[in-house]
């Protein structure tokens, strides 16, 4: 079993930035992937990007101009850093994790671009 929790999420105006945190627990030495997914209302739930255990990493579409993940192996921590955002970057931000043929998810984090 692997525990996520987000952090970092909150009300910023455009243009401006965020961190996004998620610390993982448990069966953590058995991760491979770790990745952020976001959902706005009313929208399907979509892939950001992602990072293997070895750092490489993938992005979908115009987020890899703004945003960059990383992660800290030895504190077991993903981050997503995200510049620039627009009001449309607005969703419920997910972390991810794949783990033993599962994947495991938390809680999400809102984040709120104002215009």
């Known amino acids: 079993q692997v525990r996520l929790v987000e952090s970092g999420g909150g009300l910023v105006q455009a243009g401006g930035s965020l961190r996004l945190s998620c610390t993982a627990s448990g069966s953590i030495f058995s991760i491979n992937v770790m990745g952020w997914y976001r959902q706005a209302p009313g929208k399907q739930r979509e892939l950001v990007a992602r990072i293997t255990k070895s750092g490489t990493r993938q992005y979908t579409g115009s987020m890899k101009d703004r945003f960059t993940i990383s992660r800290d192996n030895a504190y077991n921590t993903l981050y997503l850093q995200m510049n620039s955002l627009k009001p449309e970057d607005t969703a419920v931000y997910y972390c991810?994790?794949?783990?033993?043929?599962?994947?495991?998810w938390g809680q999400g984090t809102q984040v709120t671009v104002s215009s």
């Open positions: 991810t994790a794949s783990s033993a043929g599962r994947d495991y």
